[in-house]
């Protein structure tokens, strides 16, 4: 059973943007209130890193390598979670990954990949 969906990766140039989204359709409105959130990337050869994340009181927590950059946001109502990216560098490439922390288990969607050009 798929519990989140992401879309919005594509190809970018240095500098550009991109809004990534996370859609959880099938999970229970109150599960998804209550569920902490977060975004991975992996790189090619590297393991999977967490980018941004929500603890479970509610604070975000960005990686250093994009404080000022990126923007972790989620909204309730529509059981969405987004990432906004700027100054997009070529180290942010990557397969990026919702997860959710739900059902009392880590749940995954199937990625979406971003790749920034040079």
């Known amino acids: 059973q798929v519990h989140l969906v992401e879309s919005g990766g594509g190809l970018v140039e240095a500098g550009g943007s991109l809004r990534l989204s996370c859609k959880a359709p099938?999970?229970?409105?109150?599960?998804?209130?209550?569920?902490?959130m977060a975004w991975y990337r992996q790189a090619p050869g590297k393991e999977r890193e967490l980018v941004a994340g929500e603890s479970s009181v509610g604070i975000i927590n960005y990686a250093d390598s994009v404080k000022g950059r990126f923007t972790f946001s989620r909204d309730n109502g529509k059981r969405m979670v987004y990432l906004e990216m700027n100054s997009l560098k070529s180290e942010d490439t990557g397969v990026y990954y919702c997860n959710a922390a739900a059902y009392g288990r880590s749940l995954w969607g199937q990625g979406t990949q971003v790749t920034v050009s040079s």
């Open positions: 099938r999970m229970i409105l109150s599960v998804f209130n209550a569920a902490p």
